[in-house]
């Protein structure tokens, strides 16, 4: 007899409401070939109960904990997880594709007819990095992390007419599909080692046994962390950023990088904390070593960018190496902090980009950025404090996401570790500044660049979050701090 | 416990890898020496049927192949797990009933969209509602 699982539709809502979203602008589109903005307004219908879902989860989550009942957590037979950590990882998800949404838009309407597949891609790949947080199982999480991965591939090369938009799309396909293979092969290695595949089967596993020959079992654990490190664009597997977020049509490439940066860290933190947390001793150095790499390519090859998306891309790999280094610390809190805030801020970033090169960013050259603080101060402003932010410098959120990490790697006993992270932000803060030298000492040479209300909606958000986390950080910390994973 | 997963236990797979090898070999060679060997021109064209081939194809394929391909790549995916899920349909119940309806929704809805989006309208050549003017056409 088979006993079919426990259906939670409370689990999956969020993901079913935007999967139906998707399937709904598509075929109004083909149906009624209504303007762009009715489109929109599906969509942003789709993220509205999306969010709303995802907050009767966290209700569903702090009831369970009261009751102190968190078997009622498990969904589908122990696929699916709904704790609080898959619910803050939503959130953040659902932020990201909120903001993204709105700085690309433009770009999604200039589409024409193809905008729908633009807005049906991004929730969909929502879907995917959503329930790929939220499995608690790797074959679960692998399933979405393709179908998030394939998504952001196809959205990589939306920009046809653009040759670099095709180069990013082919590049991302094939080095993501290769990452891809190293993570299932060694979910696959995994496996085959224990026998199990759910995460909280793992951890009890390893709970109860001691593994006498963990050959098969460590090259498992190497391949997830490259394939995951991939997807997170951290040292050595990182060459594929740059291209990807320079080619990217500029107005979905800020949601590209947060959500895949929210959804593989979510899933590394899932898979080396909590299922494999009694082996810290073998993968912790490889973590380390991985984030120490990144920080300093990252930051280095940073400092020599002509182009502020390149240039973009590489912080994100310097950024992959700090949040690595919060993995390192074990705290889901640092980790969460600091995915939420970076993520801001690089929306906000990418939104300033697409506000100075336009909507699909043919040219965004450190050069267009000279004087921008003449042409216009507000916006010049605002990427400075997201620059900042980024650096972390105190009073901006940046700098408590990065006080965190470092407090939770030190603890950990990785001071080495903490004093590479401290000389990489260091190193880091010389490109920021660049920028910012760049828009302030020099003579304005064009026009102010019109600024399109959605762009500036997220650009300010952005500015008010990275300023008011920085100063009152409290309430996002407490959130992160109750996001625990079962 | 992982103690008794040996490589001893890959043994079957092994001596099936080994058995089709010799399978393969055995059977190439035992033919080589029991089949009557007349050789006409005409067996050893590439292709016993249709016309010879002149030069190689230089002009691009129609990418409706590759649409077709995928379509059907949908498809038997679909047909994999209606597969599954018809073999026990009643002992699943309707837990079985609605996840196949979901399913199903998401895959008739791809369906539809290509089919509105005229994907499979063969002999259309002029698609250029759907492309940025430069890329029209290209094929003709």
Known sequence: MITPPEVSWIAIAPDLILALGAAVVLLVEVQWKPAARVLGLVTAFSLVLAVGATLLQKLAVEDAMLAADPERLVAFSGMILMDGFAVFSRFALLGATVLGVLTGWRYIEGLGRRGAEALALIMLATVGFSIMVASNNLVMMFLGLEVGSIALYVLAGMSRERPESDEAAIKYFLLGSFASAFFVYGVALIYAGTGKLAILDIRAFFDQFIVTSPTVIYIGIGLVIAGLGFKVSAAPFHSWAPDVYQGAPAGVVGYMAAVAKIAGFAAMARILLTALGDLDSIWLPIVAALAALSMFVGSTLALVQGDVRRMLAYSGVAHAGFIMTGVVGGETQGILFYLAVYAVQLLGAFAVVVAVSGASGARSSIDDYRGLARRSPGLAGSFTVLLLGMAGLPLTSGFIAKFGVFTDAWNSGYEWLVVVAVLASVIAFAFYLRIIVAMYMDEAEEEAPALVPTVRWVVGLAVVATIAWGIFPGSLLDLAANALAL | ?140
Request: glycine letters at 4%.
């Open chain 2, 1 to 140: 416990m992982l103690d008794s997963v040996t490589l001893a236990d890959y043994l079957p797979i092994a001596l099936m890898l080994v058995l089709a090898g010799l399978f393969v070999v055995g059977s190439l060679v035992a033919s080589r020496f029991v089949r009557p060997d007349r050789p006409t021109p005409e067996k050893l064209d590439p292709y016993e049927c249709g016309i010879v081939p002149e030069v190689e194809p230089i002009q691009r394929f129609p990418v409706k192949f590759y649409l077709v391909a995928m379509l059907f790549v949908i498809f038997d995916v679909e047909i994999i797990f209606l597969f599954a899920w018809a073999s026990i349909y009643v002992r699943l119940g309707w837990f079985g009933v609605g996840a196949i309806l979901i399913f199903t929704f998401f895959v008739f809805e791809t369906l539809a969209y290509v089919w509105k989006r005229g994907a499979l309208d063969w002999n259309v050549r002029q698609r250029s509602r759907y492309l940025p003017s430069d890329a029209v056409d290209e094929a003709a």
